[in-house]
């Protein structure tokens, strides 16, 4: 168990840019979660896959996040034309698959700047 | 709907003194609770979870969690904490009927005084 793994660890970028974030996952959970944390806040729900699919996505989701999962194993968050209210820390998490006895294991998160 | 509550937003404390991190949650269906601690820069790391069974749990480091049903509780405590406790604990349940969804606290920053 390596694991959940995150890049980058940082990422500064100018506004309207674009940007991907990678996570891979424990290798044996199906579900794979996106977070966003501002200071002072706890984890915002993005959006969450099992396996493959992607099951839910948050209303506080913009047309300009996309997330994949494309052969259920590995993530990808992109935010496209970035802005500034866009600065946060990025966490992924994963768990395993079985009613509510599968906590969160959480990556440690990739740190967006947007300038 | 669920929401979670920490009424703490910064807790100081003396070092080997007890502590209290107070969570309360509101849910129209039961939940599974749990606690998790973030160091800075890092990620959410699972510090103890209810799931069922005995209302008191033991989790990493000698914290406990003691659910409380009747109140929507789930506060955790430490009868002595140290320096390498200072962090920032998060309440979170989870909906037993989908088990697929998470929800956070806003966080309270434990600071340990020397």
């Given at each position: 168990d390596t694991g959940v793994s995150q890049n980058p660890r940082h990422k500064i970028t100018k506004r309207g840019q674009n940007v991907t974030f990678r996570c891979d996952p424990?290798?044996?959970?199906n579900r794979l979660y996106w977070y966003r944390q501002t200071l002072g806040q706890g984890p915002e729900f993005l959006t969450y896959f099992q396996n493959e699919a992607q099951l839910e996505k948050s209303r506080?989701?913009?047309?300009?996040f996309s997330a994949e999962r494309p052969k259920g194993s590995f993530s990808t968050l992109e935010i496209q034309?970035?802005?500034?209210?866009?600065s946060a820390m990025y966490l992924c998490a994963s768990s395993s698959q079985g009613v509510g006895n599968s906590p969160l294991h959480f990556g440690n998160g990739t740190r967006l700047t947007v300038t | 709907a669920q929401s979670v509550t920490q009424l703490d937003s910064q807790v100081p404390v003396f070092e080997e003194a007890p502590v209290e991190l107070r969570c309360n949650y509101s849910s129209s269906v039961s939940v599974y609770l749990f606690w998790y601690v973030q160091y800075p820069n890092q990620g959410l790391q699972l510090l103890l979870k209810y799931l069922?069974?005995?209302?008191l749990v033991k989790g990493i480091n000698g914290f406990e969690a003691e659910f409380n049903k009747s109140q929507t509780s789930f506060h955790l405590r430490k009868p002595s904490v140290h320096i390498s406790d200072t962090a920032e604990y998060f309440c979170a349940v989870s909906p037993t009927n989908t088990g697929n969804q998470f929800y956070f606290g806003t966080g309270t920053s434990l600071t340990v005084i020397p």
């Open positions: 424990i290798s044996e959970h506080l989701l913009s047309d300009r034309r970035t802005e500034q209210g866009d | 069922s069974g005995s209302t």
